[in-house]
C-alpha cells in the first residue's frame, strides 16, 4: 500500500512536511476539547435562565452541535495558525505543528464540522440558533483568527465575542430569540475576556512577539496592560451582579458574584503591584487561575438555581 | 496519466493501524449520524410519523 507525500507550506517545521494520516485522538485534539466542554456549559446555563421549555432529546443534540460547531472553529483556527503554534511552547505540539495531520486535513475537517453542526443545529432547533452558530464560527476563524489576531492589540478583545455567543445560542435554542438575560451573559463572559488572556498574556509576552502576534504586553507595554487587567476587572465586578437586579440570579449567585468580582479586583491588584521576577509570574498566573473560577462558579451558581430549584430571590 | 512530481511510498505498519482505527472512527461517526437523525425524526415528528396521509 502506497501513501501519497503532502506538503503543507513553508513555514513549517520539517516534521510537519509529510504525514500519513494521524491517530484518532490527533483529529480530537484539533477541536480543542477543553474549549468545547467550557462552550458546553456556558450555552447550557444560556439554557437554564430562559423562559421556556425545550425537549430533552433537542436540547441535548442542539447542545452537541453548538460543542462542534466550537470545535470546528476550532480547528480552523489551527489549521490558520499552524505556522505561529510552530513556534510557541504552549502550541507547538498541537497536531499540525507536530506534524500528525496536515494542513489540508485540518481545512477539510473543520470546514466538514462547520457545516454539519449549523446544518443539525437549525434542523433539531431552529435557524436563528443555526445563524448564530454559523456567525460565531465565522467571527473565530475568518474575523479573530485570520484579521483581528496578527493585526491588533484589541485581538483579543474583538475576537472575545465568539467565546461569549454560546449562551446566547442557548436562549435562542430554547425561546426561538435572543433575550436580556443571555445579553447579560455574553456581556460577563466578553468583559471577562481580556484580564483573562492578557494575565497569561504578561508572562508569555516573549512567546508571543517571537510569532509576530500583537498581544497588549507587547504593544502597550507590560504596565498599561496591567492598568487594564484592573480596569476591566473592576467593570466585570459590578457588571457579574446584574442578573441579581434583573432578578435571574438569586442568593447563591449574588454571594458568588460579590465574593468573585473582590476577588477578581484583589488578584487585578496583585498584578499590578507585583511587576518583577518570580512574584510577577506567581501574581500573573493567579489572575489567570482565579478568573477561570471565577467564571465556572458565577455559571455553575446560575445553573443551579435555575435547575436544581435553589433560586431564592435577593430582592423580594 | 501518473504525475511525476507525485511521489508514493508504502505505509509502514504504524501508519497502516493509525489508518484502520481512522477507518473504525468514521465508521462510528456515520452511525452516530445515522442515529442522531434517526432520534431526531422521532423526536420532532412523534406519534404524527405513523399517522401520515399515504
Excluded at chain 1, 507547538?92 to 457545516?115: C, D, N
Excluded at chain 1, 488578584?267 to 489572575?287: C, P, Y
Excluded at chain 2, 472512527?25 to 437523525?37: E, N
Aim: glycine residues 10%; hydrophobic residues 55%.
Amino acid at each position: 500500500m502506497t501513501s501519497l507525500t503532502n506538503s503543507i507550506g513553508p513555514d513549517l517545521p520539517a516534521a510537519a512536511l509529510t504525514s500519513a494520516g494521524g491517530d484518532v485522538p490527533d483529529y480530537f485534539a484539533l477541536l480543542k476539547p477543553r474549549v468545547m466542554v467550557l462552550v458546553i456549559f456556558t450555552a447550557l446555563v444560556g439554557m437554564a435562565v430562559s423562559h421556556g421549555h425545550v425537549q430533552p432529546a433537542i436540547g441535548a443534540i442542539s447542545l452537541l452541535a453548538i460543542a462542534v460547531g466550537a470545535g470546528a472553529s476550532g480547528c480552523l483556527n489551527m489549521w490558520w495558525d499552524a505556522d505561529i503554534d510552530a513556534v510557541m511552547s504552549r502550541t507547538a505540539t498541537r497536531p499540525i505543528p507536530a506534524g500528525k495531520i496536515t494542513s489540508e486535513e485540518a481545512l477539510g475537517f473543520g470546514l466538514f464540522l462547520s457545516v454539519a453542526s449549523v446544518l443539525v443545529l437549525g434542523l433539531t432547533a431552529n435557524w436563528l440558533a443555526a445563524g448564530l452558530l454559523a456567525f460565531t464560527i465565522v467571527f473565530y476563524a475568518v474575523v479573530y483568527s485570520m484579521w483581528l489576531k496578527r493585526a491588533t492589540a484589541q485581538n483579543i478583545v474583538i475576537g472575545g465575542a465568539a467565546g461569549a455567543l454560546p449562551p446566547v445560542i442557548g436562549q435562542a435554542v430554547v425561546t426561538g430569540s435572543i433575550g436580556i438575560e443571555s445579553l447579560i451573559l455574553f456581556a460577563i463572559i466578553f468583559i471577562w475576556t481580556p484580564p483573562h488572556f492578557w494575565a497569561l498574556a504578561l508572562i508569555k509576552a516573549d512567546e508571543y512577539a517571537r510569532a509576530g502576534i500583537p498581544m497588549m504586553p507587547n504593544v502597550a507595554g507590560p504596565a498599561s496592560t496591567r492598568r487594564q487587567i484592573v480596569w476591566y476587572s473592576l467593570f466585570l465586578a459590578p457588571l457579574g451582579l446584574v442578573p441579581v437586579a434583573l432578578g435571574f440570579g438569586g442568593i447563591l449567585y449574588a454571594v458568588i458574584g460579590v465574593t468573585g468580582g473582590l476577588g477578581m479586583v484583589a488578584f487585578s491588584i496583585r498584578v499590578l503591584r507585583n511587576r518583577q521576577g518570580d512574584a510577577e509570574k506567581r501574581a500573573a498566573m493567579g489572575m489567570f487561575g482565579f478568573s477561570i473560577l471565577y467564571l465556572f462558579a458565577l455559571f455553575s451558581a446560575l445553573l443551579a438555581e435555575q435547575s436544581f430549584g435553589l433560586f431564592r430571590p435577593v430582592l423580594g | 496519466m501518473a504525475d511525476p512530481q507525485i511521489q508514493y511510498r508504502p505505509l509502514t505498519p504504524e501508519e497502516e493501524a493509525r489508518r484502520r482505527k481512522r477507518s473504525v472512527a468514521i465508521a462510528l461517526a456515520l452511525g452516530a449520524w445515522v442515529l442522531l437523525f434517526f432520534v431526531l425524526t422521532i423526536v420532532k415528528l412523534g406519534p404524527q410519523i405513523l399517522s401520515r396521509p399515504l
